[in-house]
């Protein structure tokens, strides 16, 4: 079993849903959440980190962690096409230097115009 | 430079041949870490460096797999005698302690 279990998708909304991606973890060690957005044939890029758990908006964006059912999420508000890409959430067990993040497999986004 | 760089974009190896894949990280960021993805996968830790000591290599799937950094700035990993197993795009990231991780573009690696 992966440490960290994400749906591959595809999820395809239309714009100006409000799209929910979700993760589950196993290692009750983790400590800092992140959401990456990887478009095509680019690395990924780091759009929300959180500790412990709660909730987290920047902007369209919610991070949500829920430390005691190991589950954590990302919604997106007023989706454009834009936010076309693959979503990775990650963990690591501590913010230092040497973590090495643990990613889950990502989960496939289309917004349709 | 701006960002983290990685060379070549692409790579296609005959099996068995050798490969050098390179990364130039952000100037300055003591950090640098190896990743590889697979296709539709997540990226998964191959190896960690600080400064120039390697301080982690328990990511890397065989002793086929080799990575530099000889003077704490530009990274080396080495592939030998390649497999089709081994295509995957190959990521760096490098980081300034607790600032966060950038990633490069990677190189896509085929082996035919």
């Known amino acids: 079993q992966k440490e960290v279990e994400q749906d591959p998708g595809p999820l395809s909304v239309p714009e100006g849903a409000i799209v929910s991606l979700n993760c589950t973890y196993s290692?009750?060690?983790?400590?800092?959440f992140m959401w990456y957005r990887q478009y095509s044939r680019k690395g990924p890029e780091l759009l929300m980190y959180?500790?412990?758990?709660g909730n987290k908006e920047d902007g369209r964006f919610t991070a949500q962690v829920d430390k005691s059912s190991k589950y954590i999420s990302l919604f997106i508000r007023d989706s454009q096409p834009s936010d076309s890409a693959t979503y990775l959430c990650a963990m690591l067990r501590g913010y230092s230097s040497a973590s090495k993040i643990i990613f889950g497999s990502g989960t496939r986004l289309s917004i349709r115009p | 430079g701006a960002g983290v760089s990685q060379s070549p974009r692409y790579k296609v190896a005959k099996r068995g041949q050798d490969v050098a894949l390179r990364c130039d990280p952000i100037?300055?960021?003591?950090?640098l870490f190896w990743y590889q993805q697979a296709l539709g996968q997540g990226p998964e830790f191959l190896t960690y460096f600080q400064n120039e000591a390697q301080l982690d290599k328990s990511g890397l799937p065989s002793d086929r797999f080799f990575a530099e950094r000889p003077e704490g700035s530009v990274s080396t990993l080495k592939i030998q005698r390649t497999q089709q197993e081994d295509s995957a795009v190959y990521l760096c990231?490098?980081?300034?302690?607790?600032?966060?991780?950038?990633f490069g573009s990677g190189t896509r690696l085929t082996v035919v």
């Open positions: 990231a490098s980081s300034l302690g607790r600032d966060g991780y950038t």
């Open positions: 290692n009750s060690a983790f400590q800092y």
């Open positions: 959180t500790y412990s758990s």
């Open positions: 100037s300055g960021h003591v950090s």
